[in-house]
């Protein structure tokens, strides 16, 4: 039977958050002794990754028992609520701190570099031959010549996808508050299926990145900031899209209600947060 609103639900202890501290730092110390040549390195990444992976089926798995056994009040389902908030809060940030980097790099330090501001003793002095044009590969294009993306094509395709995904997830949404459980079942696969589109399009454009454009990691600042801000929101794409999925076969074995469904919520402010990021991407990183 579902608690009284005016309770609270104390958790009991659990293992899980110790198991997670742990496997994400054999993850993390395998990564990082994997990028120093150490042999291990490797092998402890994929140990901690395993560990990760069976931490979020267990533990999630048992919030979703808990949750669909009416063990949760409204005052849980508010610090739920209260916890995305903040988790999407973090990583808007974290998206702000790459796009700002970018917007230094433009628009701050490759003028100065190029003798803007009466800073032509120092252009002079560190690069003489540094030209401050956009995209930019270093002095005496050290990563080699290559071709910037372009903004048509597939990034026109991909924005499409995107915001196609976070149409069908708000049929499905106010589906879902109609109990018309046909149709969320049918928009809610639409959602993840483009959020998977979005991925195989983005690792094809990766490819020819790579082997037709010469553009790569060590193509200067611009290729560093391009992968970076791009690979970040794929990840991003890939995770949502996943929880997306999950969220769709609860969605086939009956949970959520029109009144209760937060998990639901919770994907879907996220994947909202996914299609605006998006939006900045194509327009500062591949359009202007």
Not at 54 to 73: K, L
Not at 156 to 176: F, K, P, R, Y
Not at 241 to 267: D, S, Y
Request: with cysteine; aromatic share 20%.
């Amino acid at each position: 039977m579902a608690q009284s609103s005016s309770k609270y639900y104390v958790p009991e202890s659990t293992r899980w958050p110790i198991i997670t501290s742990v496997g994400l730092f054999i993850l993390f110390g395998g990564f990082a002794t994997f990028l120093n040549g150490g042999e291990i390195g490797q092998y402890a990444m994929y140990a901690g990754l395993a560990i990760v992976i069976w931490m979020m089926f267990s533990w999630f798995g048992e919030v979703i028992g808990e949750s669909e056994g009416g063990i949760f009040n409204d005052r849980v389902d508010g610090s739920f609520r209260m916890g995305m908030i903040w988790f999407i809060f973090s990583e808007v940030m974290f998206f702000a701190c790459f796009f700002a980097a970018l917007w230094y790099v433009r628009n701050l330090s490759v003028p100065w570099l190029g003798g803007e501001g009466n800073n032509f003793f120092t252009h002079q002095l560190i690069w003489d031959n540094f030209e401050k044009v956009w995209p930019t590969n270093g002095p005496g294009n050290m990563g080699g010549a290559f071709e910037p993306m372009e903004a048509m094509g597939i990034p026109a395709i991909n924005t499409a996808i995107l915001l196609s995904s976070g149409v069908t997830l708000t049929i499905a949404h106010h589906a879902l508050k109609a109990g018309k459980r046909g149709v969320l079942n049918i928009f809610l696969a639409l959602t993840f299926i483009l959020g998977f589109l979005f991925i195989g399009l983005q690792a094809y454009e990766y490819t020819e990145a790579y082997e037709h454009l010469n553009l790569t990691l060590r193509s200067g600042v611009y290729g560093s900031t391009f992968f970076m801000l791009t690979g970040f929101h794929g990840l991003h794409v890939t995770i949502g899209a996943t929880m997306l999925l999950v969220i769709w076969l609860r969605c086939l074995k009956g949970h959520f209600t029109p009144q209760k469904h937060f998990a639901f919520e919770g994907v879907a402010w996220y994947w909202h947060f996914v299609d605006v990021v998006w939006l900045g991407l194509f327009i500062f990183v591949y359009w202007l």
